[in-house]
């Protein structure tokens, strides 16, 4: 294997995804050598044709199915992941709104369980660095609950949408242009997304001396040394050999996405930590949340501007919502027609709408290893144990009247269509909470610098991190945690 520049600070990344990404990103930017094991092979196409901000055509890869899992909570619970170069960002629509300072402080109205070990001003500046590399489309002003991000195409809500806007405001919401990673405006890519974390940032890290990318390489085990109490190797599988290897490491980054990362960590288990690497207070694998996620569509009684990029609709104020409970609106096309039509400013009746809710992570919604199950290298599949409960669902139900008000509000008459029920666990691809920060042992396995108490050269970076849910998407929070993370361990790599 190749010797790197500064390799006796070698740190081993795990995954390829945003957070893999940015963590390696940000430790080659600081002169730290980074090897980073990906168990995909070959990377995901497609096509994207964009001309003028509209995306003309859209061709994504279909999300490869995953069964290696059971399910103890809602029998409909599903699980998708991305074993390529690039990971889910292969799949990715590029929403990439910023948590809201509130968003990190709100669960403590609930419990202590529920307090961030982090604020937003802790990481504002790597939302900065993050967004840099996205190129994103969207507003450069604050609105309530959404803070403006860094944004290299600015657009703006069409003049026929400031009513709602203004009715937004008078609830405390805002109404915006949903962030973006939409790229160039003008721009023909062979994958099906604008941004995709292996041809936006690790290809590019790729001419480093410092950077070197192993494909094939799932990894297995990080292995403890208990005398020197620190990890000292990865074991991986290697697909293209069919055999282990070892890789030696002063640190280790875990990015392989909010379940996978979990599994590794049990997997690991060893005398030290036998339920699971660093797993001495029980907490690994518990505190599992996801989205809640609807589609539906309304007609409206006379036309408006069809939105293209999409707008979204903030959530209602933290200090009048209950603790953790919340819905955010994005509003865009439907059909064929209206998406030609948007190119060109035209006007429709009809507007799509994906809701997204939250929900009070608790410790019974978890992962566990499941008792006899295997995966293919004879380590148990994960079983995963969650379920929207009666006011989470209630939350997303009363989201439909609500935004049915305020268009109603602002002049304009709606008919709700048909609901499509996706009201299960899995829909919204947006699982974290298993390998949580927090401030205590007792409810979290990381510290705010994203390591493992008990295992300080090991860095957890991905959504599993999350200490609660937000009704937000989850990627960009994630990239600009992983972003700080690296840059802590950077540094203190460099005083060994």
């Known amino acids: 294997m190749a010797q790197h520049q500064g390799g006796d600070r070698r740190v081993v990344v795990i995954g390829s995804g945003p957070a893999g990404a940015m963590a390696a990103h940000e430790l080659i930017r600081n002169g730290i050598a980074v090897t980073m094991l990906e168990s995909g092979t070959e990377f995901q196409g497609g096509l994207l044709v964009r001309l003028m901000g509209r995306n003309l055509l859209r061709k994504v890869p279909p999300m ?55 604020s937003y001003s802790d990481i504002a500046p790597y939302y900065d660095r993050a967004e840099r590399l996205l ?101 991986f599988h290697d697909r293209a050999n069919a055999c282990k290897r070892r890789l030696e490491a002063s640190a280790v980054v875990v990015a392989c996405g909010a379940l996978s990362s979990t599994k590794l960590l049990f997997d690991s288990a060893c005398s030290d930590f036998p339920d699971g690497l660093g797993n001495a207070e029980g907490v690994l694998g518990c505190y599992l949340h996801d989205h809640p996620r609807e589609w539906w569509s309304f007609e409206l009684d006379k036309p408006i501007t069809l939105l293209a990029p999409a707008a979204y609709l903030t959530r209602l104020p933290h200090a009048t919502s209950k603790p953790l409970m919340a819905n955010s609106w994005t509003l865009g096309v439907v059909t064929t027609k ?131 849910s937000s009704e937000k998407n989850p990627t960009l929070t994630v990239m600009a945690i992983a972003a700080r993370a690296a840059e802590y361990l950077a540094t203190d790599l460099k005083r060994m």
């Open 135 to 235: 190129q994103i489309t969207g507003e450069r002003l604050d609105v309530p609950n959404l803070p403006a991000g860094t944004v290299a195409f600015p657009h703006h809500l069409p003049q026929s949408w400031q009513g709602v806007a203004k009715v937004a405001r008078s609830h405390g919401q805002g109404f915006t242009v949903m962030p973006l990673a939409d790229g160039p405006q003008n721009m023909v890519a062979r994958r099906g997304t604008a941004f995709n974390s292996f041809t936006a940032i690790v290809r590019k890290l790729m001419r480093s001396p410092n950077f070197q990318l192993l494909t094939g390489a799932h990894a297995l085990q990080l292995e403890w040394n208990g005398e020197k109490k620190r990890v000292t190797a990865v074991v």
């Open 338 to 468: 209206d998406k030609i039509l948007s190119r060109f400013g035209g006007q429709g009746k009809t507007v799509g709408v994906q809701v997204f809710g939250s929900m009070v992570p608790k410790a019974h919604h978890r992962v566990r290893p499941a008792d006899k199950k295997t995966d293919t290298f004879g380590l148990p599949i994960l079983d995963i144990c969650i379920q929207f409960d009666d006011e989470v669902i209630a939350n997303m139900v009363r989201a439909r009247g609500h935004l049915m008000s305020v268009m109603e509000a602002a002049g304009y008459r709606a008919k709700l269509h048909d609901v499509v029920p996706q009201l299960f666990p899995g829909s919204a691809v947006h699982y974290g909470g298993t390998a949580r920060m927090h401030g205590s042992r007792q409810y979290g396995m990381l510290d705010a610098r994203n390591r493992i108490y008990d295992v300080s050269n090991v860095a957890v970076c991905d959504a599993s991190c999350f200490t609660t």
């Open 64 to 118: 490869r199915p995953n069964d290696g899992f059971t399910v103890s909570g809602d029998d409909k619970t599903n699980w998708h992941m991305n074993l390529a170069p690039g990971g889910l960002s292969c799949q990715w629509t590029g929403a990439v709104p910023r948590f809201a300072p509130e968003d990190f402080t709100e669960g403590e109205r609930l419990d202590a369980r529920y307090r961030w070990p982090i």
